[in-house]
């Protein structure tokens, strides 16, 4: 027996139910309506001219980038709304172009009226049109064509690869490097999320401009496999809306490690007990398991229907620390990366936006995975300084010869030059931080060693700032401040996305530099934490000869100094840094660290 759904309300003793009538033999499916959502101030315009009910009907134009979105009335029949092999239904767009875009729909009771929706976000301007099509098991149908209009906007479009391959870039061109960190929700009761709109509003104000996260599993003991938590799907809903509306980046880790965990690390980090997973397949056998694929795919098909749609989606961060999970450690590293290729290419065929794509082992020292690096779009390396990294011994270095400063951001260097050389890929550190360190989290060591971390990252060749772990009071004091501000401030005018760069260790008299060359640029960082880097030489090797200015940024105060001639001769470039004096009785001081742009004699730098 299956089950007939209708929209139309039936009374049985004395209760008003959404009739789901058990049917023998049922007729084929049947599209009833479907309603575009329409701005409050157009429904209120419509209403003058037409009756209210008629307002949903109506089609408005829609801006480029923008989303799309139907709400569909269905008569079908089917026993699970979220299995695809019961009930299909996606909608076909046509663009100006003559492109054709299959894209998914999705179960989503938010309205007893349209409990089905489909959600696209349209790249050209011009009129579009729309068929609907719906399957089940009685049949097929199809709406009638509709034209909806698509209007030029300011938005920039999605993130993906830059041609040069090593950077990010949006649709129209535009370079876009991340600046963020991650923000977990940890959303598992109503109303219960950490992420906040004020929060948003206060990294966005500092430069962020993405965040990192896991969902809360959709799939619960409660709902049980391939049937998904609408609460948690409306409290994602909500984040992607909020995060679109600010030009906030998402980088959506899909499988973290604790959730299919059973017990390799223990306390939070062994979920898979209370994972619906455990009812298919054991914890070493989740990367194994045909049925436990099964399920998979068709939660990633609902999550690429509901949530693909959206600009704020830069990177599907497939899975986070494989290697702390009994599918890894029992199974076997093979298993679990034909897993990782697996769901690699999954991604990249049925998102029609085409992300890319990342996934990391944990941060010890000897968990460098090659395979790993190769199979996703993005290497991402996780690092904590504690486990394994060189670090001084002891609580109270000598820090002439041990200085934790200088070894973590050698550390940060490092692993991104082993990234950069290694794979010709975007390079990320995946997640990093928190208390994994040297120094205790709001301690001024602390923020230093955060700051290093950006600037030794940069000029490496990171696409991205380190992936901090994680959001919150325990950390934002030395995340927040000046730091990010400052260095988003820097990155304005180098073109990631059309440059070809290449990395350069500067020869210095004292301390450690980087720098990144390209035809038209060159920018760097250089750090002295011994005894600051006022009146050290930096010497920039592999400039053609000629005349350059120089222009030093003060990473600690966000500006610039006055241009410095300076001349490559042989290839390299020598500059001197100026030591600050007090002035009108106030205190000046290079510090610790410089970073620079150079460009030749006379050109401004770009804006």
């Not at 149908?141 to 041609?163: D, M, N, W, Y």
């Not at 199974?331 to 996934?359: C, I, V």
């Not at 997640?431 to 301690?443: F, L, V």
């Not at 696409?463 to 990010?484: C, E, K």
Request: overall charge neutral; charged content about 20%; some cysteine.
């Amino acid at each position: 027996m299956s089950l007939r759904v209708s929209i139309s309300r039936s009374v049985f003793a004395g209760v008003a139910l959404v009739s789901g009538l058990l049917t023998a033999g049922a007729a084929p499916p049947e599209i009833v309506s479907i309603r575009q959502p329409l701005p409050p101030e157009v429904i209120q315009q419509l209403r003058m001219q037409l009756l209210p009910e008629k307002a949903g009907e109506m089609v408005a134009p829609v801006k480029k980038y923008e989303k799309l979105e139907l709400r569909i009335d269905l008569r079908a029949t089917f026993q699970n709304p979220y299995d695809p092999d019961d009930i299909d239904l996606w909608a076909e767009f046509t663009a100006p172009s003559g492109r054709v875009w299959k894209i998914w729909g999705f179960y989503n009771p938010s309205t007893w009226s349209a409990l089905w929706m489909v959600r696209f976000t349209p790249n050209e301007v011009g009129t579009w049109k729309a068929v609907v099509r719906v399957r089940d098991r009685e049949g097929t149908a199809q709406s009638a064509v509709r034209e909806i209009p698509v209007l030029e906007s300011g938005h920039k479009g999605f993130v993906g690869i830059a041609p040069n391959k090593r950077y990010l870039r949006f649709t129209d061109g535009s370079p876009f490097y991340g600046v963020g960190l991650w923000y977990n929700d940890g959303y598992e009761l109503f109303n219960k999320g950490a992420i906040t709109e004020a929060e948003l509003d206060n990294l966005k104000k500092h430069g962020g401009n993405f965040i990192s996260f896991f969902h809360s599993p959709l799939e619960t003991m409660g709902t049980g496999l391939g049937r998904y938590d609408e609460n948690r799907a409306g409290r994602l809903d909500e984040i992607f809306e909020w995060c679109e509306q600010r030009d906030i980046q998402i980088s959506w880790n899909i499988w973290f490690h604790s959730y299919f965990s059973e017990a390799v690390w223990g306390g939070g980090n062994a979920r898979y007990r209370n994972n619906p997973y455990r009812h298919v397949a054991k914890a070493e056998e989740f990367f194994t398991s045909p049925e436990a694929y099964k399920y998979k795919e068709k939660l990633h098909r609902y999550m690429v229907a509901r949530w693909g749609y959206s600009r704020a989606l830069m990177l599907w961060f497939i899975v986070d620390e494989i290697n702390g999970t009994e599918g890894w450690l029992k199974g076997g590293s093979e298993a679990g990366e034909q897993w990782s290729q697996k769901l690699h290419d999954w991604f990249k065929t049925n998102d029609p936006y085409g992300r890319p794509t990342t996934g990391t082992q944990s941060g010890g020292i000897k968990q460098w995975w090659p395979k790993g690096y190769q199979i996703f779009d993005i290497a991402a390396r996780e690092i904590y300084e504690l486990q394994g990294h060189p670090l001084p011994p002891g609580n109270k270095p000598n820090l002439i010869s041990e200085n934790p400063g200088r070894f973590s951001y050698l550390t940060y260097a490092k692993q991104t030059q082993d990234l950069w050389s290694g794979f010709h890929k975007p390079a990320i550190l995946g997640e990093c931080g928190y208390d994994h360190t040297y120094y205790e989290a709001g301690t001024p060591g602390y923020l230093e060693m955060y700051h290093n971390s950006l600037w030794a990252g940069l000029s490496n060749g990171l696409s991205m700032t380190p992936f901090w772990w994680a959001h919150g009071a325990y950390i934002n004091d030395s995340v927040y401040t000046r730091t990010l501000p400052y260095f988003a401030a820097f990155l304005k005018g180098i073109d990631f996305a059309k440059a070809e760069f290449t990395p350069a260790v500067l020869k210095t008299s004292k301390g450690d530099g980087w720098a990144m060359k390209s035809d038209g640029l060159t920018f760097g960082w250089y750090a002295n934490v011994v005894d600051g880097v006022a009146s050290e030489t930096v010497t920039v090797p592999g400039l053609p000869d000629g005349d350059y200015d120089v222009h030093l940024y003060r990473p600690w105060r966000g500006v610039y100094m006055p241009a410095i001639a300076a001349v490559s001769k042989g290839g390299d470039l020598t500059v001197k840094i100026p030591e600050l004096k007090p002035a009108a009785s106030r205190v000046q001081n290079m510090g610790n660290d410089v970073a620079f742009k150079i460009v030749k004699k006379g050109v401004a730098l770009p804006k």
